[in-house]
């Protein structure tokens, strides 16, 4: 009886200790953002020069680090007006994604099929008869170009990572979770004088796509392969209370560090001793509390 109160007792210390926890994330990319999207607020969005059309929801987050996405219905978008009409003819935009079904458009800088459009969306290869994210531009006569995402296809109501890239005398590419496909080259800045507004949810001539999205950010460079990795790669930290390795850490994880907790005779046979001291103490509770809920776990 005791043992079994003592197990209560550790368990209720530790469910306390996780309710405190807060969570925070500092991107290596900050300096760089011409534009940061977090999708927490309706009052965020619109400090940051959104406007929001249609309906729309907020849901929870891809990661353990963005606190909420923006569902968006076909019907609705997120519209970013270019007011100062300001060529972007370089740069990386990269953001969550969860859409409903694997088809329609995601983001837009003008309507597609029309001169000097840009648009991200989800379509089938043509030989691999699969779906993937698309990247497509149209120059200033109308002719239009396509980098497609990697041959690993996306998933429908699976969160997934699209990072596109494009600049000046180099090429385009579309990415998939830090994984990018065959890049597209040609001189952008000869043909393209994008100066209209950046709209989530919509692309003009691709029927729209009923999405969350998360944590868009757009750089004012074009990033590299290798960048782009480490882009996506950012916001994978390891769990290390996923004691069984199914991508979470959820109660049954909390049981295995539970039996453990309090033990200073640990030789390499302490799961939960993660600052390897002997012992599993209040310092690694605070570092399972850390990761306790998460659903992301690479």
């Known amino acids: 009886m005791k043992k079994n109160q003592k197990s209560l007792t550790i368990l209720g210390t530790i469910i306390l200790s996780l309710l405190l926890t807060v969570n925070f994330f500092d991107c290596a990319f900050a300096d760089t953002i011409a534009l940061y999207e977090p999708f927490d607020n309706v009052e965020l969005i619109e400090e940051n020069g959104g406007i929001l059309t249609g309906g729309y929801s907020f849901i929870p987050g891809a990661t353990q680090h963005t606190n909420t996405a923006l569902y968006i219905p076909a019907a609705g978008s997120l519209k970013y007006p270019n007011d100062s009409k300001a060529v972007i003819q370089q740069g990386t935009i990269g953001f969550w994604v969860r859409p409903d079904e694997l088809s329609g458009g995601l983001l837009g800088i003008g309507e597609l099929t029309k001169r000097n459009s840009f648009g991200i969306f989800i379509a089938t290869h043509p030989t691999w008869r699969s779906k993937h994210v698309v990247l497509e531009m149209r120059d200033d006569l109308n002719r239009y170009y396509q980098a497609w995402s990697h041959k690993i296809p996306v998933e429908a109501e699976e ?74 790669e950012s916001y994978l930290v390891p769990c290390e209370g996923d004691f069984n390795t199914d991508g979470d850490v959820d109660g049954s994880d909390l049981s295995i560090f539970a039996a453990d907790f309090g033990r200073t005779d640990c030789v390499d046979d302490c799961g939960g001793d993660f600052d390897d001291d002997g012992d599993v103490d209040g310092s690694d509770l605070a570092v399972f509390a850390a990761d306790f809920g998460r659903t992301d776990c690479p």
């Open 159 to 232: 969160y997934f990572f699209t990072t596109v890239t494009w600049g000046c005398d180099s090429k385009i590419m579309a990415c998939v979770n830090g994984d990018c496909g065959f890049d597209k080259a040609f001189d952008i800045c000869s043909w393209f004088t994008f100066e209209d507004t950046i709209e989530v949810g919509h692309t003009g001539f691709y029927s729209d796509a009923d999405a969350a999205y998360d944590d868009m950010k757009m750089f004012a460079y074009e990033m590299t392969r290798e960048q782009v990795k480490e882009y996506y």
